[in-house]
């Protein structure tokens, strides 16, 4: 059975950071793309990075680029999400989702973790 469990999420003022984990099992993790996926209250989901298998390549929102750093320790089977200079539009919950390049889906995601930035 496949499982993804995340955790680090939190409330934190804006400018700081937080550092999410994702737990990976059941499944051979090290050969998919891996993601993290969040969603706004009242909208729609939004990726926000991916990386691909061996971690030699990854891709950010416009939203996050240069703020956000997605690695992963397949030795761990552990997914991350380092964010720096949180804003309050990052609020969210954060989800981490086995992606399929090939097919473009998500088919596979964990329960999430809320993300809240506020003073």
């Known amino acids: 059975e496949v499982q993804l469990v995340e955790s680090g999420g939190g409330l934190v003022q804006p400018g700081g950071s937080l550092r999410l984990s994702c737990a990976a099992s059941g499944f051979t993790s090290e050969t998919y793309s891996m993601s993290w996926v969040r969603q706004a209250p009242g909208k729609g989901p939004e990726c926000v990075s991916i990386i691909g298998s061996g971690g030699d390549s990854t891709e950010y929102a416009d939203s996050v680029k240069d703020r956000f750093t997605i690695s992963r320790d397949d030795a761990k089977n552990t997914l991350y999400l380092q964010m720096n200079s949180l804003k309050p539009d990052d609020t969210a919950v954060y989800y981490c989702?086995?992606?399929?390049?090939?097919?473009?889906?998500?088919?596979?995601w964990g329960q999430g973790t809320q993300v809240t930035v506020s003073s």
């Open positions: 989702a086995v992606f399929l390049s090939g097919w473009g889906t998500f088919p596979y």
